[in-house]
């Protein structure tokens, strides 16, 4: 026999913990592979349209053009910049929300109990559990009494398990119940918690909807630069212009006609529908992400935490005596009990004395919220009870418990002695067969309770010696005092949030760890399935990717008992199909299958910090409605986009035709507009206004119907920037470039002037194309309305940057410096009134155009 010391009293010694904490290193959860914050910043100046920009850049500094090269390199940084400072806000406030280890744990060490920094525990070391407690590394049980361990965050599980002596319990989970001493057998990096959550980093992220179209157009602006560009060398040199300078000619253009300014536009109507969604508790943890949950088809969502409180809750009482309904939010021990018929009021309130004096949770006001302290069943009894009229804690001060039988799962039942009294709770079949007296009526009651879904415990009771021999003798001849049924209540938002889904074309299925049985009960209660909707298990599940996706492919399907692996198959397997698929959850067994998903939707208030690392989009106040209003942000971006993409088109096309024209003519029809006149009127005048549009709040129905999934650049957008009001803006700039030069004298064949007539000619260009373009931005709030049928004011940050952009493009032409960098002058009247009236011809031809959709969006 060995003369050490048993360590399940004596612990580690400080010295040998001291020594392992230097060699295994702290208790902490790994950063889960996130890149450094260098990395991140490095990657918004790498990314394709950074890389172009980069490149046309270069161009312009060869073709001799430094500043406009200098303005290109400004944009990517500023870009870059702003979006890295959205997303790192987003992780920090993210990072603030990271609670999933607990500060202090209760040790051995020395022989002693010491309370220590989690942080601190090793190997080896010896924990003291009590309910209430998070696990906070991974343990074996050395000795168990009456333990119970809330689970959910691994397996989705609402009720809590069983552990015995031998068993293991998990960084992450809760003593619901029972007290406990355990062996840590792994921390930080090695528990299994963190096992999980480098699987949820295990595959790279796929590109957002988003993210794919805006390469898509980018690159086909690109060629169309880059052929124009081509088209004006080969033009410069047929007439005569010398071959380097014609090369650096067509780089010039090729630069000018780059989309400069579509990348901050986009970075910035990301960011304000992030913003927008933050005010609505949904933290964008990547921009992107606001586009792609517009995108999103399928969602596969979670049930305890997400369509359910999380938050256990009496809501039915049967007695001998009658019914009640109990009333009331959450666990807050308010609200009133409906009892039929009155008389029956005194039987429900000794049932519920029972209940209380039989549980160890409680109800505790943290922060302003009411929170369970212990099982969350446990818990939901003593708020019934306070709701009763009985104060718990005053009883059991009053009456001191005699005697205690803690919960056994072979008795399935457990019971506690009070002043010659012994009160019984347990599982229904456990406690009834015990019962001699009042029992009739029950299995009816029982019945309708299970129908529900509902958790039902069953109270009883009997007088009883003080003191007695065991707890099969004590649990005998009992008088049923009553039935209570217990639920997660369903969020009360969350049937409107699933129908709102359903009109806006978005399936949405549940996955979840629970039991088919109350998964069914909460699907039915919150309209997300039907009586015909399918309930299946994960045993039930094919193992082909094709067939799983052919399965679970359908609206209202309920899917119980799946575990990690499966929600990343079923996650890939609608993804296959052709899904968008957004996967919400707050479990660390959500987190591969939100890393696998288009986009991972977690909950900030009772999720993991597992779980929101793994996420694009943080839902700070756990409601399932949230989604809802997140979703409609997301389809006014994508709608957004197409709006500011058709005014930059617009624009092009009246930039590219001066070029098109002395191509044409040989030369003989001077350029109306240059190289630095267009990049200010990419950068300079037209940024504020696209950047409005980026701004343009939902229209009202954007969520009926299924989501755009069609490209960016659609027919409408095309016909409208490149057959009509594109066209408008040229031939109005080509006018008002000729007009100035007649109302000098000159006349059709005659040889161009030169200097001072030149210059305030193409100051008109310049003009009529801000003017026409102001009065785009406009026309462009809608494909379908007239701006007058919209509200002029309706868009108060577009009204504000239209009236900036108009100061700045006056400024440009009046100021000698401005003036004189751009090579323009100011124009003469025939050139103002051309300008002019090239809005009220923009915004008639728009109106034309929309007159046959009869004002649908």
Not at 688 to 711: H, N, Q
Request: with cysteine; aromatic share 4%.
């Amino acid at each position: 026999m060995s003369g050490r010391a048993d360590p399940r009293r004596s612990g580690l010694s400080s010295e040998e913990a001291r020594a392992r904490l230097a060699r295994d290193g702290p208790n902490l959860l790994p950063e889960l592979g996130r890149p450094s914050a260098a990395r991140r910043l490095l990657a918004q100046f790498v990314h394709f349209f950074a890389l172009m920009l980069w490149v046309a850049g270069g161009l312009a500094f060869l073709a001799g053009l430094p500043e406009l090269g200098m303005a290109i390199f400004a944009v990517i940084v500023v870009n870059g910049l702003f979006a890295f400072l959205q997303e790192h806000r987003a992780e920090l406030a993210a990072r603030r929300l990271r609670t999933l280890l607990p500060r202090r744990a209760t040790a051995l060490r020395d022989g002693g109990r010491v309370e220590l920094d989690a942080t601190e525990l090793v190997v080896g070391d010896v924990l003291l559990l009590g309910p209430g407690d998070r696990v906070p590394a991974d343990l074996r049980i050395l000795e168990a009494h009456g333990l119970r361990v809330d689970t959910s965050t691994f397996t989705g599980e609402s009720e809590p398990s069983e552990a015995a002596e031998g068993a293991a319990a998990f960084a992450g989970t809760f003593v619901a119940e029972g007290e406990a001493t355990g062996v840590v057998t792994a921390t930080g990096s090695r528990t299994r918690l963190a096992e999980i959550a480098r699987l949820a980093q295990a595959r790279p992220r796929p590109s957002s909807p988003l993210t794919t179209e805006l390469r898509r157009v980018v690159r086909t602006i690109s060629l169309i630069a880059i052929a124009v560009g081509v088209a004006s060398a080969g033009a410069a040199l047929l007439v005569g212009m010398r071959p380097a300078d014609g090369f650096l000619f067509g780089v010039g253009v090729t630069v000018a006609l780059v989309p400069e300014a579509l990348l901050p536009t986009v970075t910035l109507a990301l960011a304000i529908a992030a913003q927008r969604m933050a005010r609505n508790r949904a933290l964008v943890r990547r921009l992107e992400s606001v586009e792609t949950l517009g995108s999103t088809t399928f969602i596969c969502t979670d049930k305890t935490g997400t369509l359910t409180r999380n938050e256990m809750a009496v809501v039915e009482v049967w007695t001998p005596a009658g019914r009640a309904r109990v009333l009331g939010e959450g666990y807050a021990p308010v609200g009133r009990i409906e009892v039929d018929p009155p008389g029956a009021a005194a039987a429900v309130r000794e049932a519920a004395r029972a209940a209380a004096r039989c549980s160890t949770g409680q109800v505790r006001l943290e922060a302003g919220r009411w929170r369970a302290i212990g099982d969350p069943m446990e818990a939901a009894l003593d708020s019934f009870a306070r709701r009763a009229g009985i104060s718990p804690e005053e009883e059991r001060r009053r009456e001191p418990d005699r005697r205690r039988f803690p919960f056994d799962p072979r008795r399935r039942r457990m019971s506690v002695v009070v002043a010659g009294r012994i009160f019984v709770k347990g599982a229904p079949e456990a406690v009834i067969r015990r019962c001699v007296r009042g029992t009739e009526g029950a299995e009816p009651a029982l019945e309708a309770f299970a129908r529900r879904g509902l958790r039902v415990l069953a109270v009883a009771a009997r007088e009883a010696p003080d003191d007695p021999a065991d707890a099969d003798r004590a649990e005998s001849n009992l008088a049923l005092l009553g039935l209570l049924g217990l639920e997660d209540p369903p969020r009360p938002e969350v049937a409107a949030s699933i129908e709102a889904c359903r009109r806006a074309g978005i399936r949405v299925a549940m996955v979840t760890g629970d039991h088919p049985g109350t998964a069914r009960a909460v699907a039915l209660e919150v309209g997300l399935a039907g009586p015909h909707d399918p309930v299946l298990s994960e045993a039930d599940l094919p193992t082909d990717e094709d067939r799983l996706g052919a399965v679970v492919d359908r609206d209202g399907i309920v899917l119980a008992r799946i575990s990690p692996e499966a929600k990343l198959r079923i996650a890939r397997a609608l993804r296959r199909r052709g899904h968008v698929v957004a996967m919400t959850g707050d479990g660390v067994n959500d987190a591969p299958a939100l890393h696998e998903a288009d986009i991972g939707v977690a909950m900030g208030r009772s999720g993991t910090d597992v779980a929101r690392e793994a996420a694009d989009l943080v839902l700070l106040d756990d409601d399932f409605a949230t989604i809802v209003a997140a979703v409609e942000h997301g389809r006014a971006v994508f709608a957004n986009v197409r709006r500011f993409l058709t005014y930059h088109l617009t624009d092009n096309v009246a930039e590219v035709t001066p070029f098109l024209v002395w191509a044409l003519s040989g030369g003989r029809i001077p350029l109306a507009l240059g190289v630095l006149q267009i990049l200010a009127l990419d950068i300079g005048t037209d940024t504020l206004s696209a950047t409005a549009l980026g701004a343009e709040p939902p229209e009202r129905d954007v969520l009926s119907g299924p989501p755009a999934r069609g490209r960016l650049l659609d027919r409408t957008v095309a016909v409208r920037a490149f057959g009509l009001l594109g066209p408008i803006e040229a031939a109005a700039a080509m006018l008002a470039f000729l007009a100035s030069f007649a109302a000098t004298g000159w006349t059709l064949g005659e040889p161009f002037p030169g200097g001072r007539t030149r210059l305030a000619a193409s100051g008109a260009a310049f003009a009529t194309v801000v003017l026409a373009q102001t009065a785009n931005a406009f026309a462009c709030r809608s494909a379908a309305l007239p701006p007058w049928r919209l509200g002029w004011w309706s868009n108060r940050l577009l009204v504000g940057g239209a009236a900036i952009e108009l100061a700045v493009a006056i400024a440009a032409l009046i100021v000698p410096p401005f003036a004189a960098a751009l090579g323009h002058a100011p124009p003469p009247g025939a050139g103002w009134a051309v300008a002019f009236a090239s809005m009220g011809a923009v915004l008639a031809a728009d109106a034309l155009w929309k007159a046959p959709r009869g004002g649908r969006r």
